[in-house]
């Protein structure tokens, strides 16, 4: 026993001298320092404004100024060290290539989570499982509560030593208008209300607030999380126009129904504590030098409480290459007068004194923005003293890379991936009878091409080849083409090996050489000849191949959907980590595809459309065909929403509450006379609740396997007129059925928010007519009075 208690006391002395050499995180308030630990700002009894008050009021202008930028600069009399406001998380912890950030990986710890990329996470129509994206599976007793995944491996990082930063760039919400955009794939694509949605999920997921919300109440955050980049930002560099200098032209009804929706949920339901100001002007104006967008909107009409930051250089492109301004000391004072708070850059640390000299800003805009920013940090309890024994104190190393966050990682990718063409069920390939397999192309075994862009090291990486190999043990490999520039072919090669297999499963697409940040693609198809290398080894198979697709953007794969001898179709985006896992597992059958694509796929002559053309809506007269599934008019490759599984489901309409709504008894001001429409501003928000009811659709899975299956509620107009969507989502469940078996799924219908439309003005309105709730073939009408 006296043994026993000589190792257990050894092994706390060891705890005890690691601790004690392991790296501290940055923080202030130390309570061992009596030079500031008397400091108001450092009593975590007071408000976090008196806090914040106390403290900018003992900075000098020259310190002050030196907190308005990304790399703020420490103030050790006040023992407040140096902060880096930039840190990346856009589906798991992650770095920008090249430039500093607040996590760089360059210690003991060298990896996190890779999840899909955020496309594909939105293929899944699942806002619990985005919110489980950024969620632990693991309980931690001492803190009675589940951790999330991205916030919990950047706040153990943190918690080591070797991160600077607490606030991480992460959501991109922009719409996904143009296919060629290069980071559409960063996005959840072309629909508002489910960018908004995803928003939110991710939002409350990484800084540690419930599923529905209403946690924070003590303002404590895990990690911030940023919504960018506003506003109407989705064009990086199409034939010689660049984001930096683009002017966005874009009318009031398309703003107020697709481009601002996403950002309004992110800060109403979502609570972000941080939002980005994007590089662009919209109808002239910078969006970081917009009072009416940052400042009367964003935290005056959406309640927004955080901080806004430029895109990184943004303040000096303001001045040096969209020439808004005359002056450097302008471009100053038109931001902080906007409302914007931090710069990525250095402008403000170097212009911002003379412009407060010249008299273009005075030090109440700088302390205005200072507010902002350091009640951020101590949301974050950077300014609590030692982080580690805070809240959240105790997580470190062993939350990062857990198997629980990689079983995720696979999870998402898994009821992600789309099947887009099944022939003659081809797929799944028996286990038994699949004797030997050829899996070809340049995307087979290129573990970074599974994480696309804004991404970290990975803790593992599993290619589709890999993955496929686990489940025949002779498959032969060749790449096709080295690269997916596809500029020569191996096609003798190739072919032999597809006449000796009873399989071939070609891996194709794209990576970021050819859509990326600062890259807009230029064709829809397939680079190089990659369409020759898969027509000629799919003639030369023995029986139909399957073609699996790596890309962020839509390609017209139209040869392919009408090739019989390509008999199968997976898009899987850019699937993380365990991508190849997942892929193999569709392909054999232990997982029944569920994704659904959350853009439209549009033909190749969609290119001669401009990238510059920002309107959503169709113009019958020039012949304009629209954007996205909602107004969009010309031909598809492929639907929003669409997305084959193993199992055929079926729908019905249980019930769906009413089939008349007479908005004319819930107005308070009446309709506007011979408009055929009511504002949704004239009805108060106790009719708009009555007005509330609720769909139920019976859903039965008619196959053999049990499957995860989105269920997608549209609304459509019997006319759509005066710029009315086509048809548009109302909501989306998913729902898990065994073989045969049935269940009903509820939706919550709120006639004000999910049967409005904006008008030309930009005013939301509920139009008069009759109006179908839609799922699948099944249709529900609802006739509205105005």
């Not at 880096?84 to 990896?111: K, P």
């Not at 997580?395 to 898994?414: F, K, P, S, W």
């Not at 997916?484 to 009873?502: L, M, P, R």
Request: net charge positive.
């Amino acid at each position: 026993m006296a043994l026993m208690n000589l190792i257990i006391l050894c092994f706390s002395l060891l705890l005890i001298k690691i601790e004690s050499t392991q790296p501290l995180p940055p923080f202030s308030c130390d309570s061992t320092n009596p030079s500031t630990n008397s400091f108001p700002f450092c009593n975590t009894s007071l408000q976090i404004s008196q806090r914040v008050q106390d403290l900018v009021a003992r900075l000098t202008l020259d310190e002050k100024i030196s907190q308005l930028v990304n790399k703020a600069s420490a103030v050790r009399r006040l023992g407040i060290p140096y902060y880096q406001w930039w840190s990346e998380a856009l589906h798991g912890v992650a770095v920008a290539t090249g430039v500093e950030n607040g996590v760089m990986f360059n210690g003991s710890i060298r990896a996190a989570t890779s999840f899909p990329q955020v496309i594909l996470t939105a293929a899944t129509f699942d806002a619990n499982l985005w919110y489980r994206m950024a969620k632990s599976s693991l309980h931690f007793p001492t803190m009675r509560t589940y951790l999330k995944v991205i916030g919990t491996e950047a706040r153990a990082i943190y918690n080591e030593g070797e991160a600077i930063g607490m606030t991480f760039w992460s959501p991109n919400i922009n719409i996904f208008r143009d296919p060629r955009w290069g980071r559409g794939q960063e996005t959840p694509g072309e629909d508002p209300l489910v960018t908004g949605k995803y928003a939110v999920s991710f939002v409350r997921g990484i800084q540690g607030d419930s599923f529905e919300g209403g946690d924070l109440k003590d303002e404590h955050l895990r990690v911030s999380a940023c919504c960018k980049h506003l506003t109407a930002y989705d064009l990086d560099h199409w034939k010689g126009i660049d984001r930096f200098t683009f002017n966005a032209i874009v009318t009031k009804q398309d703003m107020a129904d697709t481009y601002q929706l996403p950002f309004q949920q992110c800060v109403l339901e979502g609570r972000a504590s941080g939002i980005m100001c994007a590089y662009n002007r919209v109808n002239g104006v910078p969006n970081c030098a917009d009072y009416n967008l940052l400042t009367k909107t964003a935290r005056g009409e959406w309640g927004f409480q955080g901080y806004i930051t430029s895109d990184c250089d943004a303040v000096k492109i303001i001045y040096e290459n969209q020439t808004y301004v005359k002056s450097p000391e302008d471009a100053v004072a038109d931001v902080l007068k906007a409302g914007m708070d931090v710069n990525c850059g250095d402008y403000l640390v170097n212009h911002t004194k003379s412009a407060l000299e010249k008299g273009k800003v005075s030090e109440y805009d700088i302390d205005r923005a200072l507010n902002n920013l350091f009640a951020v940090r101590m949301r974050l309890g950077l300014f609590n003293g030692n982080p580690r024994k805070r809240i959240y104190g105790n997580l470190g190393r062993n939350e990062i890379c857990t198997q629980a966050h990689q079983d995720m990682a696979l999870e998402v990718a898994r009821n992600g991936i789309v099947l887009l063409k099944n022939s003659a069920r081809l797929l799944p390939l028996s286990k038994d009878k699949t004797k030997s397999l050829a899996v070809i192309g340049p995307n087979a075994n290129v573990p970074k091409t599974l994480r696309g862009n804004y991404a970290g090291p990975p803790c593992k990486a599993i290619t589709p080849l890999v993955g496929l190999q686990g489940y025949v043990k002779k498959v032969k490999f060749h790449e096709g083409c080295k690269t997916t520039n596809c500029t020569s072919i191996a096609t003798k090669k190739v072919v032999k090996i597809a006449k000796s297999v009873d399989y071939v499963v070609l891996v194709m697409g794209l990576n970021q050489d050819q859509e990326s940040e600062d890259l807009d693609r230029e064709e829809l198809v397939l680079p190089g000849k990659q369409k020759s290398l898969i027509t000629s080894i799919a003639k030369a198979a023995k029986k139909p191949v399957v073609l699996v697709l790596l890309c962020g953007g839509p390609i017209d794969i139209s040869f392919a959907k009408n090739d019989p001898k390509i008999g199968s179709i997976l898009w899987a985006g850019y699937p993380g980590e365990a991508g190849g896992q997942a892929i193999a597992e569709i392909i054999f059958g232990d997982h029944n595809p569920g994704g659904r694509l959350p853009m439209t796929w549009y033909p190749k002559d969609f290119i001669k459309i401009p990238m510059t053309d920002m309107r959503l809506r169709p113009d019958p007269s020039s012949g304009y065909p629209g954007r996205t599934y909602r107004f969009y008019k010309g031909k598809k490759v492929f639907e929003f929403g669409y997305g084959l599984s193993y199992s055929k489901y079926s729908y019905k309409f249980v019930s769906a509450g009413q089939n008349k709504l007479d908005f004319k008894k819930l107005s308070t001001t009446g309709t506007v006379e011979n408009s055929g429409y009511i504002p949704v501003s004239a009805i108060d928000s106790d009719s708009c609740n009555k007005a509330k009811f609720t769909a139920v659709v019976g859903v039965k899975n008619q196959g053999k396997m049990v499957g995860k299956h989105p269920v997608l509620l549209f609304l459509r107009r019997e006319e759509a007129s005066y710029g009315s969507p086509m048809k548009q989502l109302v909501a989306f469940q998913t729902v898990r059925l065994n073989p045969k078996a049935k269940a009903n799924v509820e939706f919550q219908v709120n006639p004000c928010e999910h049967f409005s439309r904006a008008n030309e003005d930009g005013l939301l309105v509920i139009e008069e007519g009759t109006q179908f709730l839609v799922v699948g073939d099944e249709e529900y009408s609802i006739s509205i009075n105005v």
